[in-house]
């Protein structure tokens, strides 16, 4: 059963706008809701993370959506950059006793265009 | 600065032999995960410890797959025998949690397998 499920797989984008990646979840016991950012040969970095708490959360021009509601959230990347070109993976974490353990998406391969 | 170092970072090796990979994580942190990148599988969790004791190796191919922290400082993967299927790239991920709440994760660089 896929935990959280990630589209699209792939984004192409033009330098300069917005690049918008969703993820949707079943499990309404998850309270944590990162987003990693991969660049190739490299390992996965954190990117930004939000609680259920609070409705949107933003740093520099990412920014994490969430509709606690619709069980989705959503990475925005405003003012895309070349250098934004990567994979981007949402996740969930478990919770209860395996608390620290991430259940990631599939992955999106953003391409952003000079 | 602070990393997680993964040992070798590629590996390229026959059907049928041993393959060893290594992670140091970083110094303080007390959980250590193991992952498998593919393209048709992404990231899949293949096993974690927490204070050098395993908590799950659900994610593991029981038979071939293994997974030891002899010490703080070092967890390694074994492939035993090693198939073509395994061919990947294998991160090791580390992190500081002692609560819920606590779940930054700090991935190494990975190994490239490439079983022939």
């Known amino acids: 059963q896929q935990q959280v499920k990630q589209s699209p797989q792939s984004l192409i984008v033009q330098k300069g706008g917005i690049s918008i990646i969703n993820c949707a979840y079943e499990?309404?016991?998850?309270?944590?809701f990162p987003w990693y950012q991969q660049f190739p040969g490299k390992g996965p970095a954190l990117l930004i993370a939000?609680?259920?708490?609070?409705s949107e959360k933003k740093e520099g021009r990412f920014t994490i959506s969430f509709n606690k509601s619709a069980k989705q959230f959503s990475l925005h990347i405003m003012d895309s950059q070349p250098g934004d070109s990567a994979t981007y993976f949402c996740?969930?974490?478990?919770?209860?006793?395996?608390?620290?353990?991430?259940?990631f998406g599939q992955g999106t391969i953003l391409t952003v265009h000079p | 600065d602070a990393r997680v170092t993964q040992t070798p970072r590629h590996k390229v090796t026959e059907m049928g032999q041993e393959v060893t990979m290594r992670c140091q994580p970083i110094?303080?942190?007390?959980?250590v995960f193991w992952y498998r990148q593919t393209m048709m599988q992404g990231l899949e969790l293949l096993a974690y410890?927490?204070?050098?004791?395993?908590?799950?190796d659900s994610g593991m191919p029981k038979d071939r797959f293994s997974a030891e922290m002899p010490d703080a400082t070092l967890a390694t993967l074994k492939i035993q025998p090693s198939e073509p299927r395994d061919s990947a790239v294998y991160f090791c991920?580390?992190?500081?949690?002692?609560?819920?709440?606590?779940?930054?994760?700090?991935f190494g660089p990975g190994t490239r397998l490439l079983v022939l």
């Open positions: 410890f927490r204070n050098r004791a395993p908590l799950d």
């Open positions: 939000i609680r259920p708490d609070v």
């Open positions: 110094l303080g942190h007390n959980t």
């Open positions: 991920a580390s992190g500081l949690v002692r609560t819920a709440n606590q779940e930054t994760q700090y």
């Open positions: 499990n309404t016991a998850f309270d944590y």
């Open positions: 996740a969930v974490n478990a919770g209860g006793t395996s608390y620290g353990k991430l259940t």
